[in-house]
């Protein structure tokens, strides 16, 4: 969370100042009326996909042995699919909530009415979505666990890729959202945007399998990154350099994401 | 500029102060102080600048141009110190649909930096002096306006503001609801809470203003007390005079105000009947008969700060 804190708050080198801890503790009190609900869906989910396409779909992807190394398809699939829900989840609440609460109950400018600034108003929000996506991924990560997907016991460190990855999406979608007047333009996203990078990003086959001149098209999307991190750590294959550069990357777009949003925020709500 | 010399030092104080949204000027380089206690009211028309001069007291709103301090304090520098110590209540009512009754006062208080303890006693004071105790586990979305309203003002009220900025406060409420706000608007004046409100309803402002500015097209026509504006730009009583249409040859505007003429300082005539401004308007209405005027109905009544009103901002519609 350090590099998504950094300078949030609108001086130099604070992490997170307090004021948007209190965005937060809105976000958590709204969260504790239906905590039982996340629970519930955040185990059923990913029991049910890795059931259906790990082990269903396995068995006839593992026939072939065609997965590099002799993979088993589930333990293949598992820690993409944890980092592919966070991002889902992430994409999801920077898109419609925000809007909400800028444009449609306009929550936002009562906080603004409050010591509360923009930034504030950013920065409590990312951090949420940070939590929701760290809760989702432990979630996932005892599914993995209990079902025997995960091959070294370095797949924990699969939950804070995810969280990057999940904030590499929210920080500028948020940005994004902060220039909308509407949710018109959310559909867009999600058609010709969230949903190609969830099917092409690694998650269900390796990119190598994608015709040569669309596979640079991987290695930019954020996506890609926190897929290949995570499934390098759960299957105890890691390459330290390459491990490095997909976090970077990560922290890259989501660094980007927070200087656009920085702008976006202050644009549309100081006015 | 001392903190403890309130009377030196007004609460609000706006000199040229303009806002401007690209090219369109939005206010337009205003003048006005509200004095620590005063009950100062913006009245207008739907866009003359009321609410981008309220949004810029609350420091949500960079100035353009000119100078305006609150609590002495210039808001481009010192805008979460002034807010922590405003009460906001804007025209739209802004509540969390996602959260109850008591929990929207709950987290509004920890946004002012309360403790839980303290926020959760001044929620329950609070929904109880704005009468919603019974709702408190409610969901927002079901209240009624008045309701919605009154749940408004306890959450400008959670940090204990000394100064209320309202926006509108009654607008699309039913009478009883009105009579509810401004009896416990009245209350927090009496406990020494500047109010700052705009407002297009006359008998609001006349309830509730020490001292008003009617803004017209981003700018201060009139300033003044109730009293003194209703003084100033109209007479002590309005002689209103209805014709029947058709069958009185007096319908025709020509013959009526040759008829009316030196009646009074000021006739208006409007599609349905004819304004009289006088300061007697028994002795107008007399005058009229004697003159041979058979008007359907005769009115006499005291002016209003809706008379006011419509002299200096017209009676053309505003969209």
């Avoid at chain 1, 088993?72 to 609460?101: C, H, N, R």
């Avoid at chain 1, 994004?176 to 058609?191: C, K, V």
């Avoid at chain 2, 009185?248 to 003429?261: I, N, P």
Wanted: hydrophobic share 50%.
């Amino acid at each position: 969370m350090a590099v998504v804190g950094l300078r949030l708050a609108g001086r130099p080198g604070a992490i997170a100042s307090r004021r948007s801890l209190r965005v937060l503790e809105h976000d958590l009190l709204v969260f504790r009326r239906g905590w039982t609900n996340y629970i519930v869906a955040g185990l059923s989910q990913p029991f049910l996909y890795l059931v259906a396409i790990g082990i269903g779909l396995g068995l006839y992807v593992n026939r072939n042995g065609s997965l590099p190394g002799g993979v088993p398809y589930l333990d293949y699939i598992a820690p993409a699919l944890l980092v592919t829900q966070a991002m889902m989840a992430a994409a999801f609440e920077s898109a419609w909530p925000i809007m909400g609460k800028i444009e449609w109950d306009k929550t936002y400018h009562a906080a603004l009415n409050t010591p509360l600034g923009a930034l504030d108003l950013l920065a409590g929000d990312l951090m949420w979505i940070g939590f929701r996506a760290t809760l989702l991924s432990v979630l996932f990560l005892v599914v993995i666990v209990a079902l025997g997907a995960a091959a070294s016991p370095l797949v924990v460190f699969a939950v804070p890729v995810a969280v990057l990855t999940a904030l590499a999406f929210a920080a500028p979608i948020m940005a994004f959202t902060a220039t909308q007047n509407g949710d018109g333009g959310f559909n867009a996203l999600f058609r010709f945007g969230i949903t190609p990078l969830f099917l092409f990003s690694g998650t269900f086959f390796p990119i190598e399998k994608l015709p040569l001149f669309v596979q640079p098209l991987a290695w930019v999307t954020p996506l890609y990154h926190g897929v290949a991190a995570a499934r390098s750590l759960a299957l105890g294959q890691v390459e330290p350099i390459a491990l490095t550069v997909h976090i970077a990357a990560l922290a890259a777009v989501a660094a980007l994401g927070i200087a656009a949003g920085r702008v976006t925020f202050r644009r549309r709500l100081v006015v | 500029m001392t903190e403890n010399s309130p009377v030196a030092t007004p609460l609000i104080h706006a000199r040229g102060l303009t806002k401007r949204f690209g090219s369109f000027t939005a206010v337009d380089g205003v003048d006005f102080d509200v004095a620590q206690g005063e009950a100062f009211g913006f009245l207008g028309p739907n866009g003359a600048g009321k609410t981008s001069t309220m949004r810029m007291i609350g420091t949500v709103s960079p100035v353009t141009a000119g100078k305006l301090t609150v609590f002495g304090l210039d808001p481009a520098h010192h805008g979460a110190n002034i807010r922590a110590r405003l009460g906001v209540v804007p025209q739209a009512d802004t509540l969390d649909n996602e959260l109850s009754v008591l929990e929207n006062l709950l987290i509004y208080g920890r946004y002012f930096d309360l403790s839980w303890a303290e926020s959760r006693r001044r929620a329950k004071e609070l929904l109880d002096f704005v009468q919603l105790t019974e709702r408190s586990d409610d969901k927002v979305e079901p209240l009624s306006g008045g309701m919605k309203r009154r749940l408004v003002i306890a959450r400008s009220l959670i940090n204990e503001p000394s100064l209320l900025l309202l926006d509108e406060p009654t607008t699309g409420l039913d009478p009883q609801a009105r009579h509810l706000l401004w009896d416990r608007l009245y209350r927090l004046k009496q406990k020494g809470v500047t109010l700052c409100l705009t407002t297009h309803y006359m008998d609001e402002a006349e309830q509730l203003c020490d001292r008003l500015v009617v803004m017209d097209r981003a700018r201060i026509v009139a300033e003044g007390s109730p009293r003194q504006l209703i003084d100033r730009y109209v007479t002590r009583e309005v002689l209103e005079l209805r014709f029947r249409r058709g069958e009185d040859e007096t319908d025709d505007s020509a013959h009526l105000d040759g008829r009316l003429e030196g009646l009074a300082e000021r006739i208006e005539q409007l599609p349905d009947r004819v304004l009289v401004y006088t300061a007697d308007g028994e002795a107008a209405a007399a005058t009229a008969y004697e003159r041979g005027l058979r008007p359907a109905s005769v009115l006499v009544r005291r002016a209003t700060l809706e008379d006011v009103f419509l002299r200096l901002t017209g009676r053309s519609l505003v969209e």
